[in-house]
């Protein structure tokens, strides 16, 4: 039943994207609406991913999801930046790597109960985003006084975007090797989707999802000023669960399948891979534009690295369970209450 219902909600998101240039909609529907057509296509996700993850093994198919889950949070930032909405980019980007990891993860965690994760994989994902948090200190801390606009702090943003970069692609080739040497093909693929076709599907709903998203980022300070919320708040975190919900889709379902190792590659991939390649990736493409500078406020900052050691924390023995995931979930209201009294700088 449920699964009927999400594939016929599949109508939704061409139903929003139609309404958004041949109707005039008030904008606060428009944002309700492109959120509310996000929904299938994150299922939608999540069952090629889990298809295609039947071919590559677990590691291979939560890098998968990452990627394509990741692609709308690219272009809700790119279409942020090109409207001057600086915060708005930091906000959505800090916030999504705070939300893969605690509330992504910690809904796949209750959806799954018990399981075990990939401990070696796990913790080289927290290296990457203690690393990442680290660095992120040196054209943070200078943005904390006088104009966190000014072009020197974008200029002292490029080396650090550079070094992520490169360590994103060496430990990303090192762990993409190193599973698909562990992966052994089980019986179950001769059930699953073809990889073209998985691969196909995926592609496809992540298009549509950016084109959704592009429709969300547009109706955001309208949204934002109906609702009484700051524009940091939206961003860092209504935009930031929206914009992962290919992986909380993807997460969740496969975790409630059982596949606990494959649903904490998810979220683990995703946090990681936006905090060493999105955000300098961003970055970078800036110049284009109008350059970035990373000037983190402290509050971002310290969401991030508190989040990541209390995830490393709980998943320290490698093993999942329902009350990990109630922890997890827990943490992030607390985030999401540090964002809310934040406010904008």
């Known amino acids: 039943m449920i699964r009927k219902l999400l ?14 240039y041949l109707a ?36 291979i198919g939560g890098f998968l999801n990452a990627t394509f889950g990741n692609a709308p949070e690219l272009i809700i930032a790119l279409i942020a ?13 800090t916030g999504s790597v705070v939300s893969n990891l605690l509330l992504v993860l910690g809904a796949a965690l209750v959806a799954g109960g018990r399981g075990t994760l990939d401990r070696y994989s796990s913790f080289l994902a927290f290296g990457l985003l ?9 054209p943070a801390i200078p943005g904390w006084d006088g104009d ?39 019986d179950e693929e001769i059930m699953a989707w073809s990889l073209r076709l998985s691969l196909f599907a995926l592609g496809l709903a992540t298009i549509a999802t950016a084109f959704v998203a592009e429709i969300l ?26 914009g992962n919900a290919a992986e909380h889709g993807g997460a969740v379902v496969v975790a409630y399948r059982g596949k606990i190792a494959l649903a904490g590659e998810i979220a683990l991939a995703s946090a990681a891979q936006v905090a060493v390649f999105l955000i300098p990736a961003v970055m970078l493409i800036s110049w284009i534009i109008d350059p970035l500078a990373l000037s983190f406020r402290p509050v971002e900052i ?20 329902r009350l990990r995931g109630i922890l997890l979930l827990l943490g992030y209201v607390a985030v999401v209450v540090a964002f809310f009294v934040a406010g904008d700088r």
């Open 148 to 186: 966190p606009e000014r072009r020197r702090l974008a200029v002292l943003a490029v080396p650090v975007a550079i070094v992520l970069l490169v360590l994103y692609v060496g430990v990303t080739w090192y762990s993409l090797r190193r599973h698909s040497a562990l992966h052994v093909a089980s």
């Open 81 to 93: 930046l090109n409207e001057g909405l600086n915060e708005v980019v930091r906000g959505s980007l």
């Open 130 to 138: 203690a690393a990442a948090t680290v660095v992120f200190l040196i």
């Open 7 to 20: 594939f016929g909600s599949l109508g939704l998101a061409p139903i929003a994207i139609a309404l958004h």
């Open 302 to 321: 310290g969401a991030l690295a508190a989040a990541t050691v209390f995830t490393a924390l709980v998943l320290w023995k490698g093993q999942s369970s």
């Open 217 to 242: 980022v547009g109706s955001l300070e309208a949204f934002a000023d109906k609702a009484g919320l700051s524009e940091f708040f939206v961003a860092a975190v209504v935009v930031a669960i929206v």
């Open 24 to 59: 005039d909609l008030p904008q606060t529907t428009e944002f309700v609406l492109a959120a509310a057509a996000l929904i299938p296509l994150a299922w939608i996700i999540g069952e090629a991913t889990e298809h295609a993850a039947e071919h590559t093994g677990p590691g």
